[in-house]
Protein backbone atom coordinates (compact mmCIF):
# COMPACT_ATOMS: atom_id res chain seq x y z
CA UNK A 1 0.00 0.00 0.00
CA UNK A 2 3.11 2.22 0.14
CA UNK A 3 2.99 2.46 -3.71
CA UNK A 4 -0.90 3.76 -3.40
CA UNK A 5 0.94 6.37 -1.12
CA UNK A 6 3.49 7.38 -2.99
CA UNK A 7 1.10 7.91 -5.99
CA UNK A 8 -1.09 9.88 -4.48
CA UNK A 9 1.74 12.01 -3.14
CA UNK A 10 2.77 12.14 -6.44
CA UNK A 11 -0.34 13.04 -7.57
CA UNK A 12 -0.52 16.19 -4.97
CA UNK A 13 2.67 17.20 -5.46
CA UNK A 14 2.10 17.29 -9.46
CA UNK A 15 -1.43 19.34 -8.13
CA UNK A 16 1.05 21.99 -5.98
CA UNK A 17 3.44 22.30 -8.91
CA UNK A 18 1.12 23.85 -11.62
CA UNK A 19 -0.70 25.72 -8.91
CA UNK A 20 2.24 27.67 -7.90
CA UNK A 21 3.45 27.88 -11.66
CA UNK A 22 0.48 29.41 -12.74
CA UNK A 23 0.68 31.64 -10.50
CA UNK A 24 4.26 32.39 -9.69
CA UNK A 25 5.46 33.18 -12.93
CA UNK A 26 9.24 34.61 -13.88
CA UNK A 27 8.20 38.76 -13.04
CA UNK A 28 6.94 37.14 -9.58
CA UNK A 29 9.41 35.45 -8.82
CA UNK A 30 11.89 37.93 -10.03
CA UNK A 31 10.43 40.97 -8.27
CA UNK A 32 8.46 39.71 -5.36
CA UNK A 33 9.77 36.22 -4.49
CA UNK A 34 13.46 36.17 -4.49
CA UNK A 35 13.88 39.68 -3.09
CA UNK A 36 11.18 39.19 -0.53
CA UNK A 37 13.79 36.24 0.70
CA UNK A 38 16.71 38.36 0.39
CA UNK A 39 15.48 41.08 1.72
CA UNK A 40 13.92 38.75 5.06
CA UNK A 41 17.36 36.98 5.43
CA UNK A 42 18.99 40.55 5.98
CA UNK A 43 15.52 41.67 8.72
CA UNK A 44 15.95 38.95 10.36
CA UNK A 45 20.52 38.76 10.75
CA UNK A 46 19.77 42.62 11.93
CA UNK A 47 17.12 41.55 13.85
CA UNK A 48 18.95 38.73 15.78
CA UNK A 49 21.97 41.24 16.14
CA UNK A 50 19.67 44.09 18.02
CA UNK A 51 16.96 41.71 19.89
CA UNK A 52 18.55 42.94 23.28
CA UNK A 53 17.65 46.11 22.81
CA UNK A 54 14.63 46.14 19.73
CA UNK A 55 10.85 45.96 20.89
CA UNK A 56 10.44 42.14 21.10
CA UNK A 57 11.71 42.77 24.69
CA UNK A 58 8.92 44.15 26.12
CA UNK A 59 6.51 41.23 24.75
CA UNK A 60 5.61 38.73 27.54
CA UNK A 61 6.67 35.28 27.22
CA UNK A 62 3.26 33.54 27.30
CA UNK A 63 1.76 35.98 24.44
CA UNK A 64 4.80 34.33 22.41
CA UNK A 65 3.55 30.84 23.71
CA UNK A 66 -0.02 31.15 22.78
CA UNK A 67 1.08 32.81 19.93
CA UNK A 68 3.09 29.33 18.64
CA UNK A 69 -0.25 27.35 19.65
CA UNK A 70 -2.09 29.59 17.26
CA UNK A 71 0.14 29.64 13.75
CA UNK A 72 1.52 26.18 14.51
CA UNK A 73 -1.79 24.12 14.49
CA UNK A 74 -2.56 21.01 12.06
CA UNK A 75 -5.18 21.58 9.98
CA UNK A 76 -5.96 17.52 9.39
CA UNK A 77 -4.59 14.39 9.79
CA UNK A 78 -4.08 13.36 6.10
CA UNK A 79 -5.30 9.78 4.99
CA UNK A 80 -4.96 10.19 1.62
CA UNK A 81 -8.36 8.12 1.15
CA UNK A 82 -10.78 8.95 -1.49
CA UNK A 83 -14.67 8.09 -1.43
CA UNK A 84 -14.27 5.18 -4.34
CA UNK A 85 -12.18 3.42 -1.35
CA UNK A 86 -15.07 2.30 0.50
CA UNK A 87 -15.74 -0.27 -2.16
CA UNK A 88 -11.62 -0.89 -2.28
CA UNK A 89 -12.01 -1.14 2.35
CA UNK A 90 -14.23 -3.98 1.47
CA UNK A 91 -12.16 -6.31 -0.07
CA UNK A 92 -8.80 -4.68 0.88
CA UNK A 93 -8.84 -4.05 4.66
CA UNK A 94 -5.76 -4.45 5.44
CA UNK A 95 -4.54 -2.22 2.89
CA UNK A 96 -6.17 0.54 3.66
CA UNK A 97 -4.77 0.25 7.37
CA UNK A 98 -1.36 0.99 5.85
CA UNK A 99 -2.24 3.95 3.99
CA UNK A 100 -3.63 5.81 6.31
CA UNK A 101 -0.69 4.47 8.76
CA UNK A 102 1.42 6.16 6.06
CA UNK A 103 -0.75 9.47 6.06
CA UNK A 104 -0.25 9.76 9.94
CA UNK A 105 3.46 9.23 9.46
CA UNK A 106 3.38 11.75 6.79
CA UNK A 107 1.30 14.52 8.83
CA UNK A 108 3.66 13.99 11.67
CA UNK A 109 6.54 14.36 10.01
CA UNK A 110 5.46 17.38 8.60
CA UNK A 111 4.33 18.55 11.28
CA UNK A 112 7.25 18.35 13.60
CA UNK A 113 9.24 19.92 11.18
CA UNK A 114 6.88 23.18 10.91
CA UNK A 115 7.10 23.42 14.54
CA UNK A 116 11.45 22.62 14.70
CA UNK A 117 11.27 25.51 12.44
CA UNK A 118 8.84 28.09 13.98
CA UNK A 119 10.58 27.14 17.50
CA UNK A 120 14.38 27.97 15.81
CA UNK A 121 13.38 31.39 14.14
CA UNK A 122 12.30 32.35 17.80
CA UNK A 123 14.73 30.99 19.86
CA UNK A 124 17.02 33.79 19.87
CA UNK A 125 13.70 35.79 21.60
CA UNK A 126 13.29 32.88 23.74
CA UNK A 127 16.95 32.05 24.91
CA UNK A 128 18.36 35.96 24.80
CA UNK A 129 15.20 37.24 25.74
CA UNK A 130 13.40 35.35 28.26
CA UNK A 131 16.02 33.08 29.11
CA UNK A 132 14.57 30.16 28.43
CA UNK A 133 16.99 26.58 28.25
CA UNK A 134 17.46 23.99 25.43
CA UNK A 135 15.45 21.51 27.53
CA UNK A 136 12.56 24.01 28.33
CA UNK A 137 12.00 24.25 24.33
CA UNK A 138 12.04 20.75 23.54
CA UNK A 139 9.53 20.68 26.33
CA UNK A 140 7.73 23.20 24.02
CA UNK A 141 8.25 21.16 20.99
CA UNK A 142 6.11 18.14 22.83
CA UNK A 143 3.51 20.96 24.14
CA UNK A 144 2.52 22.02 20.99
CA UNK A 145 2.55 18.75 19.30
CA UNK A 146 0.57 17.25 21.46
CA UNK A 147 -2.12 19.53 21.85
CA UNK A 148 -2.11 19.78 18.43
CA UNK A 149 -2.94 16.19 17.79
CA UNK A 150 -5.17 16.21 20.23
CA UNK A 151 -7.22 19.48 18.38
CA UNK A 152 -7.17 17.60 15.38
CA UNK A 153 -8.83 14.56 17.13
CA UNK A 154 -11.34 16.64 18.54
CA UNK A 155 -12.37 17.86 14.70
CA UNK A 156 -12.82 14.67 13.99
CA UNK A 157 -15.31 14.09 17.27
CA UNK A 158 -16.95 17.69 18.41
CA UNK A 159 -18.64 19.98 16.69
CA UNK A 160 -17.69 23.36 15.55
CA UNK A 161 -18.34 25.28 18.74
CA UNK A 162 -16.81 23.32 21.08
CA UNK A 163 -13.48 22.85 18.82
CA UNK A 164 -13.21 26.51 19.50
CA UNK A 165 -13.95 25.96 23.19
CA UNK A 166 -11.73 23.08 23.21
CA UNK A 167 -8.97 24.46 21.59
CA UNK A 168 -8.92 27.40 23.91
CA UNK A 169 -8.66 25.24 26.93
CA UNK A 170 -5.98 23.13 25.24
CA UNK A 171 -4.13 26.40 24.60
CA UNK A 172 -4.16 28.32 28.38
CA UNK A 173 -3.78 24.50 29.95
CA UNK A 174 -0.15 24.30 27.43
CA UNK A 175 0.87 27.68 28.57
CA UNK A 176 0.11 27.64 32.22
CA UNK A 177 1.88 24.06 32.42
CA UNK A 178 4.70 25.23 30.87
CA UNK A 179 5.10 28.64 32.68
CA UNK A 180 4.13 27.34 36.30
CA UNK A 181 4.64 23.63 36.08
CA UNK A 182 7.84 21.79 36.67
CA UNK A 183 9.21 20.60 33.38
CA UNK A 184 9.47 16.53 34.72
CA UNK A 185 5.82 17.21 35.85
CA UNK A 186 4.60 18.67 32.31
CA UNK A 187 6.25 16.24 30.36
CA UNK A 188 5.35 13.30 31.56
CA UNK A 189 1.58 14.48 31.63
CA UNK A 190 1.74 15.02 28.05
CA UNK A 191 3.76 12.13 27.10
CA UNK A 192 0.75 10.47 28.55
CA UNK A 193 -1.58 11.90 26.39
CA UNK A 194 0.21 11.56 23.10
CA UNK A 195 0.35 7.91 23.59
CA UNK A 196 -3.49 8.08 24.58
CA UNK A 197 -4.47 10.04 21.85
CA UNK A 198 -1.98 8.10 19.14
CA UNK A 199 -3.49 4.83 20.83
CA UNK A 200 -6.75 6.38 20.34
CA UNK A 201 -6.55 7.33 17.03
CA UNK A 202 -5.33 3.68 15.46
CA UNK A 203 -8.76 2.19 17.21
CA UNK A 204 -11.10 4.89 16.10
CA UNK A 205 -9.96 6.05 12.78
CA UNK A 206 -7.62 3.65 11.77
CA UNK A 207 -8.75 0.29 12.61
CA UNK A 208 -12.38 1.07 12.22
CA UNK A 209 -14.11 3.45 9.05
CA UNK A 210 -17.32 4.65 11.54
CA UNK A 211 -15.20 8.22 10.17
CA UNK A 212 -14.11 7.29 6.77
CA UNK A 213 -16.79 10.08 5.28
CA UNK A 214 -15.09 12.71 7.58
CA UNK A 215 -12.04 12.06 7.23
CA UNK A 216 -12.54 11.89 3.09
CA UNK A 217 -13.97 15.49 3.19
CA UNK A 218 -10.66 16.99 5.27
CA UNK A 219 -8.60 15.04 3.40
CA UNK A 220 -9.78 16.13 -0.12
CA UNK A 221 -9.88 20.00 1.81
CA UNK A 222 -6.17 19.38 2.67
CA UNK A 223 -5.37 18.57 -0.96
CA UNK A 224 -6.99 21.90 -1.98
CA UNK A 225 -5.87 24.14 0.58
CA UNK A 226 -3.37 26.41 -1.41
CA UNK A 227 -6.26 26.72 -3.94
CA UNK A 228 -8.94 27.72 -1.70
CA UNK A 229 -6.34 29.83 0.25
CA UNK A 230 -5.27 31.56 -3.58
CA UNK A 231 -9.29 31.71 -4.44
CA UNK A 232 -9.55 33.57 -0.81
CA UNK A 233 -7.02 36.38 -1.87
CA UNK A 234 -7.86 36.14 -5.60
CA UNK A 235 -11.74 35.29 -5.80
CA UNK A 236 -11.70 36.43 -9.72
CA UNK A 237 -9.21 32.78 -10.45
CA UNK A 238 -11.61 30.58 -9.41
CA UNK A 239 -12.30 29.85 -12.48
CA UNK A 240 -10.98 29.75 -15.75
CA UNK A 241 -14.03 30.62 -18.24
CA UNK A 242 -15.07 33.75 -19.57
CA UNK A 243 -17.04 36.14 -16.90
CA UNK A 244 -20.71 36.24 -17.51
CA UNK A 245 -21.00 39.86 -17.13
CA UNK A 246 -25.05 41.11 -16.89
CA UNK A 247 -24.09 44.36 -18.54
CA UNK A 248 -20.88 45.87 -19.45
CA UNK A 249 -19.93 47.98 -16.34
CA UNK A 250 -17.32 50.00 -18.50
CA UNK A 251 -19.83 53.37 -18.80
CA UNK A 252 -22.15 54.55 -15.92
CA UNK A 253 -25.85 56.28 -16.44
CA UNK A 254 -25.76 59.63 -15.47
CA UNK A 255 -21.95 59.15 -14.30
CA UNK A 256 -20.30 62.52 -14.19
CA UNK A 257 -16.74 63.01 -16.24
CA UNK A 258 -13.40 62.57 -14.72
CA UNK A 259 -11.32 64.40 -17.27
CA UNK A 260 -12.55 67.71 -18.93
CA UNK A 261 -11.04 67.06 -22.13
CA UNK A 262 -12.52 64.87 -24.75
CA UNK A 263 -9.64 63.43 -25.87
CA UNK A 264 -9.01 61.17 -22.46
CA UNK A 265 -12.46 58.88 -23.29
CA UNK A 266 -10.48 56.24 -23.30
CA UNK A 267 -8.45 56.93 -20.07
CA UNK A 268 -12.12 57.97 -18.43
CA UNK A 269 -13.66 54.21 -19.66
CA UNK A 270 -10.34 52.63 -17.88
CA UNK A 271 -10.24 54.72 -14.70
CA UNK A 272 -14.48 53.79 -14.04
CA UNK A 273 -13.76 50.52 -15.33
CA UNK A 274 -10.79 50.29 -12.39
CA UNK A 275 -13.42 52.09 -9.77
CA UNK A 276 -16.36 49.89 -10.59
CA UNK A 277 -14.87 46.51 -11.05
CA UNK A 278 -13.60 45.35 -7.91
CA UNK A 279 -10.51 42.12 -9.54
CA UNK A 280 -8.95 44.98 -11.35
CA UNK A 281 -9.15 48.16 -8.12
CA UNK A 282 -7.89 45.42 -5.29
CA UNK A 283 -5.73 43.48 -7.83
CA UNK A 284 -3.64 47.02 -8.52
CA UNK A 285 -3.84 47.98 -4.39
CA UNK A 286 -3.36 44.64 -3.16
CA UNK A 287 0.27 45.52 -4.97
CA UNK A 288 0.45 48.95 -4.08
CA UNK A 289 -0.25 48.17 -0.31
CA UNK A 290 1.88 45.51 -0.19
CA UNK A 291 4.82 47.40 -1.31
CA UNK A 292 4.48 50.58 0.51
CA UNK A 293 3.63 48.33 3.48
CA UNK A 294 7.28 46.82 2.94
CA UNK A 295 9.05 50.56 2.70
CA UNK A 296 7.89 50.89 5.90
CA UNK A 297 9.86 48.08 7.87
CA UNK A 298 12.86 47.68 6.02
CA UNK A 299 16.31 49.51 6.87
CA UNK A 300 17.21 52.47 4.93
CA UNK A 301 19.23 50.43 2.28
CA UNK A 302 16.01 48.45 1.73
CA UNK A 303 13.69 50.91 0.89
CA UNK A 304 14.83 52.39 -2.51
CA UNK A 305 15.74 48.52 -3.74
CA UNK A 306 11.44 47.83 -2.53
CA UNK A 307 10.40 50.91 -4.63
CA UNK A 308 12.54 49.67 -7.58
CA UNK A 309 11.10 46.31 -7.35
CA UNK A 310 7.70 48.26 -7.02
CA UNK A 311 7.72 49.97 -9.92
CA UNK A 312 8.25 47.23 -12.23
CA UNK A 313 5.58 45.18 -10.66
CA UNK A 314 2.65 47.72 -10.63
CA UNK A 315 3.76 48.40 -14.05
CA UNK A 316 3.28 44.43 -15.13
CA UNK A 317 -0.05 44.40 -13.22
CA UNK A 318 -1.26 47.54 -15.04
CA UNK A 319 -0.24 46.94 -17.92
CA UNK A 320 -2.41 43.53 -18.09
CA UNK A 321 -5.67 45.12 -16.21
CA UNK A 322 -5.16 47.55 -19.21
CA UNK A 323 -5.00 45.11 -22.01
CA UNK A 324 -7.67 43.29 -20.43
CA UNK A 325 -10.40 46.21 -20.12
CA UNK A 326 -9.31 46.99 -23.93
CA UNK A 327 -10.09 43.62 -24.78
CA UNK A 328 -13.82 44.05 -23.96
CA UNK A 329 -16.07 44.01 -26.29
CA UNK A 330 -17.57 47.36 -25.92
CA UNK A 331 -14.41 49.08 -27.87
CA UNK A 332 -15.45 48.13 -31.34
CA UNK A 333 -17.96 49.97 -31.09
CA UNK A 334 -15.48 52.84 -30.87
CA UNK A 335 -13.11 53.81 -33.78
CA UNK A 336 -9.65 54.18 -32.43
CA UNK A 337 -5.94 53.52 -33.81
CA UNK A 338 -3.42 51.91 -31.83
CA UNK A 339 -1.58 55.54 -31.63
CA UNK A 340 -4.51 56.35 -29.33
CA UNK A 341 -4.31 53.33 -27.62
CA UNK A 342 -0.86 53.99 -27.16
CA UNK A 343 -0.79 57.26 -25.83
CA UNK A 344 -3.82 56.62 -23.66
CA UNK A 345 -1.31 54.04 -22.00
CA UNK A 346 1.02 56.32 -21.37
CA UNK A 347 -1.13 58.70 -19.61
CA UNK A 348 -2.01 55.64 -17.45
CA UNK A 349 1.12 54.27 -16.79
CA UNK A 350 2.13 58.13 -15.42
CA UNK A 351 -1.36 58.46 -13.21
CA UNK A 352 -1.31 54.61 -11.77
CA UNK A 353 2.45 53.86 -11.28
CA UNK A 354 4.64 57.25 -11.63
CA UNK A 355 3.18 59.51 -9.91
CA UNK A 356 2.37 57.28 -6.46
CA UNK A 357 5.84 55.97 -6.59
CA UNK A 358 7.51 59.36 -7.08
CA UNK A 359 4.90 60.82 -4.18
CA UNK A 360 6.59 57.88 -1.96
CA UNK A 361 9.87 58.31 -2.92
CA UNK A 362 9.89 62.24 -2.16
CA UNK A 363 8.55 61.52 1.53
CA UNK A 364 11.26 58.81 1.67
CA UNK A 365 13.98 61.27 0.92
CA UNK A 366 12.18 64.05 3.67
CA UNK A 367 12.45 61.71 5.92
CA UNK A 368 15.85 60.38 5.50
CA UNK A 369 17.12 64.26 5.37
CA UNK A 370 15.37 64.71 8.73
CA UNK A 371 16.57 62.22 10.82
Not at 3 to 27: C, G, M, P, Y
Amino acid sequence: MTSLFQQRRKIERSNNFKLLASVIDWTVALYIVVPTLVIGFFLYKDFILTISTSWVVHIPLAFLIVLLFIITRIETIRTYSQRADRLFLIQNRKQMIKLKQAGLYWTFSKHLLILVSAIALLAPIFIIVHHVTILELLILLLLLFTTNFFNALVQLKLRRWQQLLSKIVMCILGTVFFLYVPNSITALLYLLLLVYCTNYYYRHFIYSTKYFDQQVELDQAAFYKWQSLLFQIAPELKSQLAPKLKKPRLLWKNSKRMFRRSDYFIEELVCKTMLRQKQYRFGYLRFLVMGIGLTIIVPTWGKFIIIGMLYFTLRSVMQSIIQQIIEHKIWSIFQISNEQIHTARSRLMKGFVDFPLLCVLVILVIFSLVN
